[in-house]
């Protein structure tokens, strides 16, 4: 079945570093990709999304390339702040309306 | 921004009681979901719902649970007889709007916290 496996934190960073946070994909199909974000104590909000092979989303400085010859989908941010402090998670769909599926989270701390 | 609404925040609840945890979806959405996140651990894929029916569910999804739309904007979630694993965080989500894409993303409410004690 489809599966989505991302590095375990906690990722601890300074704030302005460079932040990557590295998800492959296993999948049928050519499925959609997300990152989505879940700050303390909310929901899971979509971050961003790619929908085909080279697409790049990109969102509040963060982005992520769909790589479809490394089934990866690796999430990047040039200079992280104390506010991007947060749960990351990636996930593939299906197409369509289908389920997502989500790897396990990666928990990023920036410190001032 | 619409929103996808979760009601109660947190529910505690004891062994062998059940509880309905409500949602209300964006309002033009079609499709509806329940996932849960047991503390520190991954989001779990429980069911989706299209069209009045479930179109999906997972090996989690057992007897015990069961979904419903019971008028135009509530969707819930029962646990007829909850145990101590079944403590999570239930997130509700909905997507694919009428003239929405294909590949709609899923928009989130902000959970319900479950304590079964």
């Known amino acids: 079945g489809d599966s989505v496996t991302q590095m375990e934190g906690p990722v601890t960073l300074s704030e302005e570093a460079f932040l990557t946070i590295n998800c492959t994909y296993t999948?049928?199909?050519?499925?959609?990709l997300f990152w989505y974000v879940q700050y303390p104590g909310e929901g899971l909000q979509l971050l961003l999304k790619?929908?085909?092979?080279?697409d790049k989303g990109s969102n509040k400085g963060f982005e992520a390339t769909y790589r479809k010859e490394t089934t990866s989908f690796h999430l990047e941010k040039g200079s992280v702040q104390v506010s991007d402090s947060a749960v990351y998670f990636c996930a593939l769909g299906g197409g369509g309306y289908q389920k997502v599926t989500f790897g396990i989270g990666t928990k990023l701390q920036v410190i001032p | 921004e619409p929103e996808v609404t979760q009601t109660p925040s947190h529910q505690v609840t004891q062994m062998g009681q059940e509880v309905i945890l409500r949602c209300v979806p964006i309002s033009n959405h079609l499709y509806f979901y329940w996932y849960r996140q047991i503390l520190g651990q991954k989001v779990e894929f429980l069911v989706s719902f299209y069209n009045n029916e479930i179109s999906e569910k997972s090996e989690i999804f057992d007897d015990q649970f069961s979904v419903e739309r019971p008028d135009g904007s509530n969707f819930t979630l029962k646990i007829r007889s909850t145990k101590l694993e079944d403590s999570a965080m239930y997130f509700c989500?909905?997507?694919?709007?009428?003239?929405?894409?294909?590949?709609?993303?899923?928009?989130f409410g902000n959970g319900t916290r479950l304590t079964v004690t």
């Open positions: 989500a909905s997507s694919g709007g009428t003239g929405g894409s294909y590949n709609s993303p899923l928009h």
């Open positions: 999948a049928t199909g050519y499925p959609s």
């Open positions: 790619a929908t085909k092979a080279d």
